[in-house]
Protein backbone atom coordinates (compact mmCIF):
# COMPACT_ATOMS: atom_id res chain seq x y z
CA UNK A 1 0.00 0.00 0.00
CA UNK A 2 1.26 3.45 -0.99
CA UNK A 3 1.62 6.36 1.45
CA UNK A 4 0.01 9.63 -0.16
CA UNK A 5 2.00 12.94 0.58
CA UNK A 6 1.58 14.42 3.49
CA UNK A 7 1.84 18.35 4.89
CA UNK A 8 4.68 19.38 6.74
CA UNK A 9 5.05 19.86 10.41
CA UNK A 10 7.46 21.87 12.05
CA UNK A 11 8.46 20.14 15.61
CA UNK A 12 9.92 22.69 17.53
CA UNK A 13 11.09 22.99 21.56
CA UNK A 14 13.28 20.49 24.05
CA UNK A 15 15.69 18.03 22.90
CA UNK A 16 18.28 16.36 24.99
CA UNK A 17 20.70 13.56 24.77
CA UNK A 18 19.95 10.73 27.19
CA UNK A 19 22.87 8.78 28.48
CA UNK A 20 21.62 5.60 30.40
CA UNK A 21 23.41 3.80 32.57
CA UNK A 22 22.71 0.35 33.25
CA UNK A 23 24.28 -2.31 35.80
CA UNK A 24 22.97 -5.51 37.06
CA UNK A 25 24.55 -4.84 39.86
CA UNK A 26 21.53 -3.99 42.93
CA UNK A 27 23.08 -1.40 45.05
CA UNK A 28 22.29 -1.55 49.03
CA UNK A 29 20.69 1.92 49.49
CA UNK A 30 19.31 4.05 46.90
CA UNK A 31 22.26 6.57 47.20
CA UNK A 32 24.92 3.99 46.92
CA UNK A 33 26.06 5.27 43.45
CA UNK A 34 26.87 8.62 44.56
CA UNK A 35 28.72 7.76 47.67
CA UNK A 36 32.22 9.26 47.89
CA UNK A 37 35.11 7.23 46.56
CA UNK A 38 32.88 4.20 45.68
CA UNK A 39 33.82 2.63 42.69
CA UNK A 40 30.58 1.06 40.48
CA UNK A 41 30.85 -1.23 37.72
CA UNK A 42 27.77 -0.41 34.62
CA UNK A 43 27.18 -1.85 31.75
CA UNK A 44 27.55 -0.39 28.47
CA UNK A 45 26.29 3.15 27.99
CA UNK A 46 22.75 3.32 25.76
CA UNK A 47 22.66 6.83 24.06
CA UNK A 48 19.22 8.38 22.83
CA UNK A 49 17.47 11.48 21.97
CA UNK A 50 14.39 12.68 23.61
CA UNK A 51 12.32 15.60 24.47
CA UNK A 52 9.64 16.50 22.24
CA UNK A 53 11.27 17.54 19.32
CA UNK A 54 12.85 14.00 18.91
CA UNK A 55 10.20 12.25 20.19
CA UNK A 56 6.94 13.43 18.37
CA UNK A 57 9.22 14.84 15.40
CA UNK A 58 10.63 11.26 14.90
CA UNK A 59 7.23 9.30 15.29
CA UNK A 60 5.53 11.72 13.14
CA UNK A 61 8.71 10.89 10.21
CA UNK A 62 7.85 6.96 11.21
CA UNK A 63 4.21 7.81 10.37
CA UNK A 64 4.99 8.99 6.75
CA UNK A 65 4.56 12.73 7.60
CA UNK A 66 7.19 15.90 6.03
CA UNK A 67 8.63 17.10 9.60
CA UNK A 68 11.36 19.63 10.02
CA UNK A 69 13.01 19.14 13.55
CA UNK A 70 13.59 22.97 15.24
CA UNK A 71 15.74 22.25 18.27
CA UNK A 72 18.48 24.32 20.05
CA UNK A 73 22.24 22.60 20.78
CA UNK A 74 25.50 23.44 20.84
CA UNK A 75 29.02 22.69 18.65
CA UNK A 76 29.99 20.13 21.17
CA UNK A 77 29.92 16.22 21.53
CA UNK A 78 26.31 16.07 23.23
CA UNK A 79 24.84 18.38 20.20
CA UNK A 80 26.89 16.13 17.62
CA UNK A 81 25.44 13.23 19.12
CA UNK A 82 21.96 14.41 18.36
CA UNK A 83 22.55 15.11 15.42
CA UNK A 84 24.29 12.18 14.47
CA UNK A 85 21.04 9.96 15.78
CA UNK A 86 18.67 12.11 14.31
CA UNK A 87 20.40 12.14 10.93
CA UNK A 88 20.86 8.79 11.00
CA UNK A 89 16.59 8.39 10.24
CA UNK A 90 16.81 11.00 7.66
CA UNK A 91 19.68 13.81 7.07
CA UNK A 92 16.83 16.03 6.01
CA UNK A 93 15.63 16.22 9.56
CA UNK A 94 18.50 18.25 11.28
CA UNK A 95 18.59 21.63 8.31
CA UNK A 96 16.45 23.65 10.63
CA UNK A 97 18.26 22.65 14.25
CA UNK A 98 19.89 26.15 15.65
CA UNK A 99 23.36 25.41 16.55
CA UNK A 100 24.38 27.89 19.33
CA UNK A 101 28.00 28.76 21.22
CA UNK A 102 25.93 30.48 24.16
CA UNK A 103 24.81 27.73 26.46
CA UNK A 104 25.90 23.28 26.28
CA UNK A 105 23.31 20.98 24.90
CA UNK A 106 20.94 19.36 27.24
CA UNK A 107 21.95 15.88 28.30
CA UNK A 108 20.15 13.54 30.71
CA UNK A 109 22.31 10.92 32.99
CA UNK A 110 19.67 8.06 33.65
CA UNK A 111 20.79 6.00 36.41
CA UNK A 112 18.96 2.63 35.98
CA UNK A 113 19.94 -0.44 38.89
CA UNK A 114 18.43 -3.61 38.53
CA UNK A 115 15.34 -3.46 40.50
CA UNK A 116 15.28 0.35 41.46
CA UNK A 117 13.74 2.86 40.20
CA UNK A 118 15.74 4.95 37.84
CA UNK A 119 17.65 8.27 38.72
CA UNK A 120 18.22 11.42 36.49
CA UNK A 121 20.65 13.98 36.66
CA UNK A 122 19.78 16.65 34.02
CA UNK A 123 21.11 19.50 32.29
CA UNK A 124 18.98 21.80 30.19
CA UNK A 125 21.47 23.16 28.59
CA UNK A 126 20.55 25.04 25.71
CA UNK A 127 17.25 24.64 25.89
CA UNK A 128 16.98 27.28 28.27
CA UNK A 129 18.06 29.89 25.83
CA UNK A 130 15.35 29.12 23.15
CA UNK A 131 13.51 32.06 22.31
CA UNK A 132 11.41 33.46 19.33
CA UNK A 133 14.24 34.62 17.51
CA UNK A 134 15.47 31.05 17.32
CA UNK A 135 12.15 30.32 14.79
CA UNK A 136 12.73 31.36 11.10
CA UNK A 137 9.15 32.28 9.70
CA UNK A 138 11.25 32.22 6.08
CA UNK A 139 11.66 28.62 7.03
CA UNK A 140 7.99 27.97 8.02
CA UNK A 141 6.66 28.35 4.39
CA UNK A 142 4.38 25.76 3.14
CA UNK A 143 4.03 24.27 6.99
CA UNK A 144 0.60 23.14 7.87
CA UNK A 145 1.37 22.88 11.54
CA UNK A 146 3.79 24.41 14.06
CA UNK A 147 4.17 22.11 17.42
CA UNK A 148 5.93 23.28 19.98
CA UNK A 149 6.79 20.77 23.26
CA UNK A 150 8.00 21.83 26.74
CA UNK A 151 7.91 25.24 27.48
CA UNK A 152 8.21 24.22 31.34
CA UNK A 153 11.20 23.09 30.98
CA UNK A 154 12.97 26.06 28.67
CA UNK A 155 13.73 28.88 31.36
CA UNK A 156 12.48 31.64 28.59
CA UNK A 157 9.93 30.02 27.28
CA UNK A 158 8.07 30.60 31.15
CA UNK A 159 10.30 33.46 32.30
CA UNK A 160 8.16 36.89 32.64
CA UNK A 161 5.25 35.11 32.79
CA UNK A 162 5.59 33.04 29.41
CA UNK A 163 5.70 36.54 27.65
CA UNK A 164 8.12 35.25 24.75
CA UNK A 165 6.49 32.02 24.73
CA UNK A 166 3.25 34.22 23.32
CA UNK A 167 5.43 36.19 21.02
CA UNK A 168 6.69 33.23 19.55
CA UNK A 169 3.36 31.43 19.24
CA UNK A 170 1.77 35.01 17.74
CA UNK A 171 4.74 35.08 15.57
CA UNK A 172 3.95 32.11 14.07
CA UNK A 173 0.47 32.61 13.45
CA UNK A 174 1.19 35.95 12.19
CA UNK A 175 2.78 33.81 9.58
CA UNK A 176 -0.43 32.04 8.84
CA UNK A 177 0.96 28.81 10.65
CA UNK A 178 -1.21 26.58 12.41
CA UNK A 179 0.00 25.95 16.17
CA UNK A 180 0.08 23.17 18.72
CA UNK A 181 1.15 23.25 22.37
CA UNK A 182 2.47 20.72 24.62
CA UNK A 183 3.17 21.11 28.24
CA UNK A 184 5.65 18.81 30.40
CA UNK A 185 5.21 18.39 34.04
CA UNK A 186 5.93 20.91 36.15
CA UNK A 187 8.09 21.10 39.34
CA UNK A 188 6.52 22.57 42.38
CA UNK A 189 9.80 23.48 43.61
CA UNK A 190 11.92 24.81 40.53
CA UNK A 191 11.93 27.64 39.17
CA UNK A 192 9.07 26.80 36.25
CA UNK A 193 6.58 25.94 39.37
CA UNK A 194 6.69 29.58 40.85
CA UNK A 195 5.22 30.95 37.44
CA UNK A 196 1.46 31.64 37.32
CA UNK A 197 0.64 28.92 34.31
CA UNK A 198 -2.92 29.65 34.73
CA UNK A 199 -1.83 32.84 33.92
CA UNK A 200 0.67 32.08 31.23
CA UNK A 201 -1.98 29.89 29.69
CA UNK A 202 -4.89 32.46 29.43
CA UNK A 203 -1.99 34.70 27.66
CA UNK A 204 -0.33 31.67 24.97
CA UNK A 205 -3.97 30.07 24.21
CA UNK A 206 -4.29 32.36 22.39
CA UNK A 207 -2.71 31.77 19.60
CA UNK A 208 -2.64 28.00 20.10
CA UNK A 209 -5.14 26.23 17.28
CA UNK A 210 -4.57 22.65 19.33
CA UNK A 211 -3.42 22.47 22.72
CA UNK A 212 -2.66 18.23 23.62
CA UNK A 213 -1.05 18.11 27.35
CA UNK A 214 -1.71 15.58 29.78
CA UNK A 215 -4.05 15.24 32.36
CA UNK A 216 -2.01 15.62 34.95
CA UNK A 217 -0.03 18.49 33.64
CA UNK A 218 -3.51 20.86 33.25
CA UNK A 219 -5.16 19.60 36.67
CA UNK A 220 -2.71 20.91 38.96
CA UNK A 221 -2.99 24.44 36.84
CA UNK A 222 -6.38 24.96 36.48
CA UNK A 223 -8.14 23.06 39.68
CA UNK A 224 -5.52 22.57 42.20
CA UNK A 225 -7.05 21.60 45.12
CA UNK A 226 -8.99 18.77 43.11
CA UNK A 227 -5.58 17.50 41.72
CA UNK A 228 -3.80 17.25 45.62
CA UNK A 229 -7.49 15.09 46.19
CA UNK A 230 -6.83 12.91 43.65
CA UNK A 231 -3.42 12.17 44.33
CA UNK A 232 -4.51 11.12 47.81
CA UNK A 233 -7.02 8.80 46.86
CA UNK A 234 -5.78 5.27 47.73
CA UNK A 235 -8.44 3.21 45.84
CA UNK A 236 -7.91 2.71 42.61
CA UNK A 237 -5.11 5.24 41.84
CA UNK A 238 -5.60 8.92 40.43
CA UNK A 239 -7.78 7.79 37.13
CA UNK A 240 -10.43 6.27 39.23
CA UNK A 241 -11.39 9.91 40.88
CA UNK A 242 -11.41 11.68 37.46
CA UNK A 243 -14.80 11.95 35.52
CA UNK A 244 -16.48 13.56 32.00
CA UNK A 245 -17.76 16.13 34.33
CA UNK A 246 -14.50 17.08 35.02
CA UNK A 247 -13.16 16.75 31.68
CA UNK A 248 -15.78 18.83 30.31
CA UNK A 249 -14.93 21.53 33.16
CA UNK A 250 -11.51 21.58 32.07
CA UNK A 251 -11.67 21.62 28.34
CA UNK A 252 -14.53 24.48 28.99
CA UNK A 253 -11.98 26.96 30.51
CA UNK A 254 -8.97 26.05 27.57
CA UNK A 255 -11.12 26.54 25.06
CA UNK A 256 -12.21 30.20 26.39
CA UNK A 257 -8.71 30.69 26.67
CA UNK A 258 -8.37 30.65 22.95
CA UNK A 259 -7.63 27.20 22.07
CA UNK A 260 -9.84 25.15 19.48
CA UNK A 261 -9.24 21.48 19.94
CA UNK A 262 -8.38 20.74 23.37
CA UNK A 263 -6.67 17.00 24.05
CA UNK A 264 -6.07 15.37 27.01
CA UNK A 265 -3.93 12.23 27.28
CA UNK A 266 -4.45 10.39 30.46
CA UNK A 267 -2.25 7.02 30.05
CA UNK A 268 -4.00 3.96 30.05
CA UNK A 269 -7.33 5.99 29.91
CA UNK A 270 -6.89 7.17 26.46
CA UNK A 271 -7.60 10.52 25.21
CA UNK A 272 -10.08 13.02 25.56
CA UNK A 273 -11.15 15.60 22.71
CA UNK A 274 -13.02 18.66 22.86
CA UNK A 275 -13.75 21.01 20.27
CA UNK A 276 -14.65 24.64 19.87
CA UNK A 277 -18.37 25.50 18.80
CA UNK A 278 -18.00 28.68 16.73
CA UNK A 279 -17.40 27.96 13.10
CA UNK A 280 -15.41 31.72 12.38
CA UNK A 281 -12.56 29.81 15.35
CA UNK A 282 -11.94 26.91 12.77
CA UNK A 283 -11.75 29.46 9.57
CA UNK A 284 -8.93 31.12 11.79
CA UNK A 285 -6.81 28.13 11.08
CA UNK A 286 -6.83 28.05 6.98
CA UNK A 287 -3.14 25.24 6.91
CA UNK A 288 -5.30 22.75 8.78
CA UNK A 289 -8.87 22.89 6.72
CA UNK A 290 -11.01 21.69 9.76
CA UNK A 291 -14.51 21.31 8.30
CA UNK A 292 -17.50 21.40 10.32
CA UNK A 293 -17.45 17.65 11.32
CA UNK A 294 -15.28 19.46 14.14
CA UNK A 295 -17.45 21.81 15.77
CA UNK A 296 -18.39 21.21 19.17
CA UNK A 297 -17.08 17.86 19.29
CA UNK A 298 -16.57 16.07 22.42
CA UNK A 299 -15.20 12.63 21.98
CA UNK A 300 -12.96 9.90 24.21
CA UNK A 301 -11.11 7.42 22.72
CA UNK A 302 -9.84 4.18 25.43
CA UNK A 303 -6.61 3.02 25.00
CA UNK A 304 -5.82 0.16 22.87
CA UNK A 305 -4.98 -3.52 24.68
CA UNK A 306 -1.28 -4.23 24.09
CA UNK A 307 1.68 -5.73 26.19
CA UNK A 308 3.34 -2.88 27.60
CA UNK A 309 7.33 -3.04 27.49
CA UNK A 310 7.91 0.75 28.17
CA UNK A 311 6.45 3.78 28.54
CA UNK A 312 8.92 6.26 27.35
CA UNK A 313 7.75 8.82 25.04
CA UNK A 314 3.77 7.39 24.59
CA UNK A 315 2.42 10.76 24.95
CA UNK A 316 4.36 12.35 22.43
CA UNK A 317 3.92 9.25 20.23
CA UNK A 318 -0.02 9.33 21.18
CA UNK A 319 0.77 13.42 19.82
CA UNK A 320 2.67 12.61 16.72
CA UNK A 321 -0.74 10.26 15.41
CA UNK A 322 -3.35 12.70 16.69
CA UNK A 323 -1.55 15.39 14.27
CA UNK A 324 -1.12 12.97 11.20
CA UNK A 325 -4.68 12.30 11.44
CA UNK A 326 -5.62 16.16 10.95
CA UNK A 327 -2.83 17.10 8.83
CA UNK A 328 -4.37 14.16 6.26
CA UNK A 329 -7.44 15.10 6.95
CA UNK A 330 -9.40 12.85 9.30
CA UNK A 331 -12.44 13.31 10.94
CA UNK A 332 -12.15 13.93 14.40
CA UNK A 333 -13.08 10.52 15.42
CA UNK A 334 -10.09 8.95 12.98
CA UNK A 335 -7.68 11.36 13.95
CA UNK A 336 -8.41 10.59 17.74
CA UNK A 337 -8.47 6.71 17.24
CA UNK A 338 -4.62 7.59 15.53
CA UNK A 339 -3.72 9.14 18.46
CA UNK A 340 -4.11 6.60 20.90
CA UNK A 341 -3.14 3.67 18.17
CA UNK A 342 0.66 5.21 17.89
CA UNK A 343 0.51 5.81 21.69
CA UNK A 344 -0.53 1.95 22.03
CA UNK A 345 2.04 0.69 19.53
CA UNK A 346 4.47 2.83 21.06
CA UNK A 347 4.45 1.19 24.46
CA UNK A 348 5.18 -2.09 22.84
CA UNK A 349 8.48 -1.39 22.41
CA UNK A 350 11.33 0.14 25.52
CA UNK A 351 12.27 3.00 23.80
CA UNK A 352 10.45 6.08 22.72
CA UNK A 353 9.49 5.11 19.13
CA UNK A 354 10.23 2.51 17.21
CA UNK A 355 7.20 0.83 18.37
CA UNK A 356 5.48 3.43 16.11
CA UNK A 357 4.67 1.70 12.82
CA UNK A 358 4.19 3.12 9.48
CA UNK A 359 0.74 4.89 8.89
CA UNK A 360 -0.53 1.96 6.51
CA UNK A 361 0.21 -0.58 9.08
CA UNK A 362 -1.12 1.40 12.04
CA UNK A 363 -4.20 2.46 9.85
CA UNK A 364 -5.22 -1.54 8.92
CA UNK A 365 -4.32 -2.27 12.77
CA UNK A 366 -7.24 -0.30 13.82
CA UNK A 367 -9.19 -1.14 11.22
CA UNK A 368 -8.79 -4.93 12.38
CA UNK A 369 -11.20 -4.06 15.65
CA UNK A 370 -7.81 -3.79 17.83
CA UNK A 371 -9.43 -4.45 21.25
CA UNK A 372 -9.75 -1.69 23.77
CA UNK A 373 -9.38 -1.20 28.04
CA UNK A 374 -12.02 -0.54 30.14
CA UNK A 375 -12.16 2.42 31.48
CA UNK A 376 -11.57 3.39 35.21
CA UNK A 377 -13.01 6.91 35.40
CA UNK A 378 -16.54 7.61 35.84
CA UNK A 379 -18.47 8.20 32.00
CA UNK A 380 -21.69 9.63 33.72
CA UNK A 381 -24.23 10.13 31.03
CA UNK A 382 -21.89 9.37 27.88
CA UNK A 383 -22.54 6.51 25.69
CA UNK A 384 -20.07 4.38 23.65
CA UNK A 385 -20.07 3.89 19.88
CA UNK A 386 -19.66 0.32 19.50
CA UNK A 387 -18.63 0.96 15.64
CA UNK A 388 -16.09 3.47 16.10
CA UNK A 389 -14.96 2.55 19.72
CA UNK A 390 -15.02 5.79 21.24
CA UNK A 391 -17.36 7.23 24.16
CA UNK A 392 -19.95 10.48 22.80
CA UNK A 393 -20.80 13.09 25.21
CA UNK A 394 -24.33 14.24 25.60
CA UNK A 395 -22.88 17.56 24.11
CA UNK A 396 -21.45 15.84 21.03
CA UNK A 397 -23.79 16.49 18.08
CA UNK A 398 -24.03 12.95 16.89
CA UNK A 399 -25.11 11.86 20.77
CA UNK A 400 -29.00 11.63 19.64
CA UNK A 401 -28.37 9.41 16.61
CA UNK A 402 -26.21 6.77 19.07
CA UNK A 403 -29.76 6.74 21.36
CA UNK A 404 -31.90 5.96 18.16
Known amino acids: MSQQPSPRVVVAGHICIDIIVTTEQRPDTPDAFIQPGQLVHVGPVVMATGGAVSNTGLALHRLGVTTSLLGKIADD???HAILDVISSRDPELIDEMVVTDGAPSSYTIVISPRGMDRSFLHCPGANDTFGPEDVDVEKLAGASLFHFGYPPLMRRMYADGG????????KVKNAGVATSLDLAHIDRGSEAGRVDWRALLQMALRDVDLFVPSLDEVLPVLQPERFRDATRTDEGGFMSSVDTALLSALSDELLEMGAAVVTLKMGDQGIYMRTTSDP???????????NEAWLGRELLAPAYRVEVVGTVGAGDCAIAGLIAGIVRGQTPEAALSSGVAAGGANVEKADAISGVPEWPVLQERIGKKWPKLPLVIDT???RYHEAQGLWISPSDPIYPSILA
Open 77 to 79: LFG
Open 163 to 170: RELSAMLR
Open 280 to 290: ERLKRIPTLCL
Open 380 to 382: LDW
